[in-house]
């Protein structure tokens, strides 16, 4: 059965950084493009970054230079690295693969920045 687990949410001030975790089984990361994604409250679900099998990434215009996707072979689980968070980046995070079918969404974790 394949499934993504994420955590390392939680409430931070603006300015502040998290690490998010997406902890996969039943599938590969290394040799999947994987991606996360957020949404916010009336909002449909975005892209934020994503990181190929050949190790390359992109990501929204919104983080670019504030996040960083990685991803650890050993533990199959992907990261991401969130600095100078913004209270525009309140959401809840998902991570999926970046490209082609998607597995079934995980119950993601949520980010709320104060201002």
């Known amino acids: 059965q394949v499934q993504l687990v994420e955590s390392g949410g939680g409430l931070v001030q603006a300015g502040g950084s998290l690490r998010l975790s997406c902890a996969a089984s039943?599938?590969?990361?290394?040799?999947?493009?994987m991606a996360w994604y957020r949404q916010a409250p009336g909002n449909q679900r975005e892209l934020v970054a994503r990181?190929?099998?050949?190790?390359?990434?992109n990501y929204a215009n919104s983080v670019k230079g504030r996040f960083t996707i990685s991803r650890d072979n050993a533990k199959n689980t992907v990261y991401l690295q969130m600095n100078d968070l913004k209270p525009e980046d309140t959401a809840v995070y998902y991570c999926?693969?970046?490209?082609?079918?998607?597995?079934?969404w995980g119950q993601g974790t949520q980010v709320t920045v104060s201002s």
């Open positions: 999926n693969r970046g490209t082609g079918e998607m597995i079934s």
């Open positions: 039943g599938i590969i990361v290394s040799i999947n493009t």
């Open positions: 990181i190929g099998s050949g190790g390359w990434t």
